[in-house]
């Protein structure tokens, strides 16, 4: 199976990962999904890519999303034609 071209950082308590990861998950999107609070590097990579401590990161083919932006999280899934 290929590698998903979707990234979720998120933790268990925040309601704007799960409605993210909810969103995804209705509009059939596969996504690797990796926990902050308990993947020190998952942190450090999420950081790294968004330059601010905000949840959910959201790493689409490599455009990144801070917080549940739905417009901008369609946009970048239809440009890399993922849906």
Same mark, same amino acid.
């Given at each position: 199976?290929?590698?998903?071209?979707?990234?979720?950082? +998120? +933790? +268990?308590?925040?309601? &704007?990962?799960?409605?993210? *990861?909810?969103?995804?998950?209705?509009?059939?999107?596969?996504?690797?999904?990796?926990?902050?609070? *308990?993947? =020190?590097?998952?942190? *450090?990579?999420? &950081?790294?890519?968004?330059?601010?401590?905000?949840?959910?990161? =959201?790493?689409?083919?490599?455009? =990144?999303?801070?917080? &549940? /932006?739905?417009?901008?999280? /369609?946009?970048?899934?239809?440009?890399? *034609?993922?849906?």
């Amino acid at each position: 199976m290929d590698k998903p071209n979707v990234t979720t950082y +998120t +933790t +268990t308590w925040c309601s &704007f990962c799960h409605a993210a *990861k909810d969103y995804l998950n209705k509009i059939g999107v596969k996504y690797e999904d990796k926990d902050v609070e *308990k993947d =020190i590097e998952a942190g *450090k990579e999420a &950081f790294t890519k968004s330059g601010q401590r905000g949840i959910p990161v =959201i790493d689409i083919a490599g455009d =990144i999303i801070v917080g &549940f /932006d739905r417009p901008r999280i /369609d946009q970048s899934l239809k440009e890399h *034609k993922l849906v």
